[in-house]
């Protein structure tokens, strides 16, 4: 038996050897165009490709002269806060095969009720004195349930009328973006002072500490909400009887509901999770950022989320690692712009957009692929013969 | 005609893996019969599908009438003249004979399809090869047996020299094998050749004129078949000699533990597939149910396992209503189920072997410890069965869609088997698995039934269903045909007739089948 255990880590190994040599060379790929667009489209090239792959490492930008204080690294954090959330959603939610794709919503809805909730408990519209922790924590989980109310319309559709929820969940981000700027512009939430912004909550319940302890730092307990977001889906989706109920439907649904998985109540359940996820990403941002809500547009979050889960092949565990790489190319990118005759900030779409190409692109390196199968088969039966052989003798 | 068709050191490594065929070589002589013997999944079919064209070789040479051919579709083996007739028909049910034997090479006038035409030429290639097909009927409305032959036509339109039989009796009864083996001997004497994939033994001395033996993807040998024994063939296949024989006492059954009262099942589209029957299976005994595919087999085992519903009748399982119950509620009652495409439904081959051993169990209380798994527990047992089912594997963390055909079939049996349960439905047990797993898995149910266990077996395997089985029903037309008490006495060729439905039992006989 222990002669025969051997080979099977090499099996496994080769295979996560491939998916690491296409994760890099799809990287490459990316990385190789953003340099070629940096170089033609800079007006100092050197600069600004100095900008993308070392600005968000620079705690706090020397050249204050030069009027740019900002404290990069907190640009990176900052990314990575909502890819955390929106990455462990779409994880969970395609884990089972459910393409609900309403995340979009659900963190509009988040934010929306979250920022109400504190407006009236810390805020102006009652001018009610809570305690800032309890209302910091009652505005999440206002948040949460919004945007797990939003994702369960969808699922419940399709359970009752086999509606598809892609359709709808998509539907459903708008509806959700006009129900947010109907309560911005024609509600008692509404601004009057701005017109565009809502009343204001008292700045103790913004989950951000700028100058920490007085350092540089900028703490950001949105980041160890999402981190603690992270590690729940892992453990539920990997440790637990209904995570491992969910994998099977995503692996082979007929098979799910052949050994018994409640295929439909368990669809509405991982879409419920990931649409409570979602309004936590939404209330958190909202909270981490400001003071007061702002949801006037689509924040894209929810896409990022997509983005994410193909990252890290559904499984949470790999988040950290996917989100802090998109966060520090999306930050690099963001400091280089700002910076005098940098290129656009929107080089990092296409850069996310072809390593994504080439991570779904199921062809691509075939023959790589091949030609280490083939090798590990015949490696594995040689030694196999050898073995063979030695017991004859 | 030295080179007619030969393959050459044609090795063969799919993704997962898995040497189908190493070095394997083949040759075949222009008007012969020549048989491809071996266990299942010892690399037949791959062999096969190279040859048409469905996959492409690694290493080897494929040589056709002296020269070295590359094809890379099956257009390509079409044009150097090989037809393939495969396990599943590939026709569109709704159309004509005609139709369907014209599909990819329609004869047209002006832009519309010629009718006439198709009809003309189908009509001359059944005349001159001795079929009576005709060309105008429905292909929905014929028996496998007719549209196995428009498969065959299907090829032969083609221009084709050399025809591949891929287990063409497999879905067969014995009555219609003997008169597709009268037409093939008629081919061949025109000049036709015909390599015959099968693991029947007695159909290959029977028909063919060489046999070509292939044991875990490597060639055993060529022999001309009159120097031959069919113990011989086995035995090159093998490796030992196999033992068909189940050794097994008579049933002793008891209580009934499901009954199923005047079910009629329809399918999706409205029609009726089962047929007011009734019968029921008691504890300790084995019930098989034979039929050609299609007569309501597939759907009298869908609404019993729960996979389905139905709306007439009542099916009882050890006293509560099945209908009324999820399909882990039915498991929860003693249910337990093999189920017939171990590949759509009884596996996730992304998932490990432990996975799938333990997913109809994962609920209970002993894998879990407060909210998580108890991965401990879980890698104990399935390790455990592992070795207890001999399932041939690096280790229980592998994943399922590496393993072969046999020993996926291991693992659904052994999540099935270890699961406390008092009705057992296995639905194909056998099929497509290699020989010793086969004995492996008819003696674990004998074990399981004299354990008290109430079997219903559905297998295509008549000697299989014959041999293990206690009673057995036949079904034709979605209606009890047949009910032998008594398995012993029936003949394969009598089951035949009553599979056809040549042969009735009076409603009295079959009333049998439901013991009150």
């Given amino acids: ?393 | 005609m030295e080179n007619y068709l030969v393959m050459q050191d044609v090795t063969k490594i799919y993704n997962n893996g898995i040497i189908a065929n190493d070095k394997v070589n083949f040759s075949a002589v222009k008007g012969e019969i020549h048989a491809i013997c071996g266990e299942n999944g010892a690399g037949k079919t791959t062999l096969m599908k190279m040859l048409f064209g469905i996959e492409q070789p690694d290493e080897g040479k494929i040589i056709i009438k002296g020269k070295d051919m590359k094809l890379n579709s099956p257009t390509d083996a079409i044009k150097a003249g090989i037809g393939m007739v495969h396990q599943h028909f590939m026709q569109v049910p709704s159309l004509t004979v005609a139709e369907n034997v014209m599909l990819g090479i329609e004869p047209t006038k002006g832009l519309v399809f010629d009718m006439n035409e198709a009809v003309r030429r189908t009509k001359e290639c059944c005349e001159k090869y001795g079929f009576e097909i005709n060309p105008k009927a429905e292909i929905q409305d014929l028996s496998v047996g007719v549209k196995q032959k428009v498969e065959i036509v299907k090829a032969l339109v083609k221009g084709c020299e050399i025809l591949i039989l891929d287990e063409p009796t497999a879905v067969l009864t014995p009555q219609e094998t003997k008169e597709l083996f009268v037409q093939l001997k008629h081919l061949r004497d025109t000049g036709c050749t015909i390599i015959f994939i099968s693991h029947k033994l007695n159909e290959v001395k029977e028909l063919c004129d060489r046999v070509t033996v292939i044991k875990k993807g490597k060639t055993i040998g060529v022999w001309n078949i009159k120097d031959v024994t069919e113990a011989d063939i086995s035995r090159y296949m093998v490796g030992v000699d196999v033992d068909l024989n189940i050794p097994k006492a008579p049933a002793q059954p008891k209580e009934n533990v499901l009954t199923v009262k005047n079910l009629t099942v329809y399918n999706e589209a409205g029609k009726k597939k089962v047929d007011d029957i009734s019968f029921s299976v008691r504890r300790g005994e084995i019930v098989g149910i034979a039929g050609v595919e299609g007569n309501g087999q597939r759907e009298l085992i869908d609404v019993i396992t729960g996979l389905a519903k139905y709306s007439h009748g009542s099916i009882v399982l050890d006293g509560k209503e099945v209908k009324d119950m999820e399909i882990a509620d039915l498991r929860e009652h003693g249910m337990v189920h093999i189920p017939e495409d171990r590949n759509l439904y009884g596996c996730a081959r992304t998932m490990s072997i432990k996975d799938n051993m333990v997913a109809d169990k994962i609920h209970k209380d002993e894998y879990n410890s407060g909210l998580f798994l108890n991965e401990k527990k879980i890698k104990e047992d399935t390790d455990r069965w592992v070795d207890e089912y001999l399932v041939l594997c690096d280790s229980g963390e592998q994943l399922v869609g590496m393993l072969s055909g046999g020993n996926v079939q291991k693992v659904v049996v052994a999540r099935e088997f270890t699961s406390p349960s008092k009705l057992l439905i296995s639905d194909q047990p056998t099929r497509g698995i290699d020989v010793g797993a086969a004995e492996f898995v008819r003696k674990k149910m004998v074990e399981m039934r004299d354990a008290g266990e109430a079997i219903i077996l559905v297998s295509a395997d008549l000697a299989e269903v014959m041999s293990l089985s206690d009673s057995l029903i036949v079904m034709h037309g979605g209606k009890i045909n047949g009910y032998f008490k008594d398995v012993k006495s029936l003949t394969e060729e009598d089951l035949g007739f009553y599979m056809l439905g040549v042969k009735h039992m009076s409603e009295e006989e079959i009333k049998g089948a439901l013991h009150e």
């Fill in chain 1, 1 to 393: 038996m222990n002669k025969e255990k051997k080979p099977m880590f090499k099996k496994l190994d080769s295979e996560a050897k491939f998916s690491l040599l296409r994760m890099a060379v799809a990287i490459a790929i990316g990385l190789t165009l953003a340099v070629i667009l940096i170089v033609l489209s800079a007006e100092n090239p050197a600069e600004s490709l100095k900008y993308f792959f070392l600005g968000p490492l620079q705690i706090l930008n020397p050249n204050v002269a030069k009027g740019l204080a900002f404290n990069y690294f907190d640009f990176w954090i900052q990314s990575m806060i909502p890819l955390l959330f929106t990455g462990s959603a779409v994880c969970i939610m395609f884990s089972a095969n459910k393409f609900n794709l309403g995340l979009e919503g659900a963190i509009m809805c988040g934010g929306l009720a979250c920022g109400w909730v504190c407006c009236l408990l810390d805020g102006d519209i009652k001018a009610a004195n809570a305690n800032p922790v309890l209302c910091a924590i009652l505005g999440l989980l206002v948040g949460a349930i919004a945007g797990g109310l939003i994702t369960s319309i969808p699922a419940l559709l399709e359970k009752k009328w086999g509606a598809s929820v892609m359709v709808s969940s998509l539907m459903l981000n708008y509806i959700s973006l006009y129900i947010s700027r109907f309560c911005l512009f024609s509600t008692e939430f509404r601004d009057l002072k701005t017109s565009k912004y809502s009343n204001q909550w008292t700045e103790e319940v913004v989950l951000t500490f700028k100058k920490f302890l007085g350092t540089k730092l900028t703490l950001r307990l949105g980041l160890f909400i999402g981190i603690a977001v992270v590690i729940f889906a892992w453990a539920f989706l990997f440790k637990t009887k209904w995570g491992f109920k969910i994998r099977e439907l995503g692996h082979n649904p007929n098979f799910a509901k052949y050994v018994g998985v409640g295929v439909i109540s368990m669809g509405v359940l991982v879409q419920i999770i990931g649409g409570l996820i979602g309004g936590l990403c939404g209330a958190t941002v909202i909270l981490g950022n400001n003071n007061f809500y702002y949801g006037v547009e689509l924040t894209g979050y929810g896409w990022d989320g997509v983005t994410m889960a193909i990252f890290s092949g559904n499984n949470p565990k790999k988040l950290f690692l996917a989100t802090a790489f998109i966060a520090y190319i999306r930050a690099g990118a963001l400091i280089m712009s700002t910076a005098p005759g940098g290129p656009i900030n929107e080089l990092t779409k296409i850069v996310e957009g072809v390593i994504i190409l080439f991570l779904l692109a199921e062809k691509f390196l075939a023959k790589t692929h091949r030609k280490m199968i083939v090798k590990e088969a015949k490696e594995k039966q040689a030694l196999k013969l050898a073995n063979e052989a030695k017991e004859a003798e």
